[in-house]
């Protein structure tokens, strides 16, 4: 398990501080071998290392100096839908910042009518579940609001734009 785990550190580049697992070690003499042959796997390793001592949990913490820029950053790009953050916002969660943008709009601008322009599911939302709501938002506004299909936005993107 020690050579497994020093070859997927230099394979993955990884970096930090780094918290091993070594299951079920009770004895003392079982630690200290498991512990010499990481440290012998880790002398293959170029990157600056430093290997602590067994914890009294039985976690060997170590440190690892990457060399290189992750494998993950050499051969991925961000996702083009969330922009690499890992999450894009529901389209409920879309509807109530259009709401909000919507009343920003007209507060500012006072037009007669607004357009929104915003993603299929977020549209979906706002003729379906959400209609009841936009029709009270028009009501307390006093001016309409007209819906409208953009298929190239992403989930998350919205315009709102004063007519």
């Known amino acids: 398990a020690a050579q497994a785990i020093a070859r997927q550190l230099r394979l993955r580049n990884l970096g930090g501080i780094i918290i091993i697992d070594f299951i079920d070690m009770a004895e003392e003499e079982h630690k200290r071998q498991v512990l010499r042959a990481l440290e012998r796997a880790m002398e293959r390793d170029h990157a600056k290392s430093q290997i602590c001592d067994v914890s009294p949990l039985g976690l060997v913490e170590m440190t690892r100096k990457r060399t290189r820029e992750s494998l993950e950053h050499i051969l991925c790009e961000p996702c083009p839908t969330c922009g690499g953050r890992g999450y894009i916002k529901t ?14 709009e007209v507060r500012q601008f006072d037009p007669k009518e607004v357009l929104v ?14 209609s009841a709501s936009l029709a009270q938002l028009q009501e307390f506004l ?5 819906i409208q299909v953009e298929g190239t936005y992403a989930q998350d993107q919205f315009d709102v734009v004063p007519l």
């Open 142 to 146: 006093g001016v309409p609001v007209r």
């Open 117 to 130: 322009l915003a993603s299929q599911p977020v549209i979906d939302l706002l003729i379906d579940e959400e």
């Open 91 to 104: 389209p409920q969660t879309v509807c109530y910042e259009l709401f909000r943008e919507i009343m920003r």
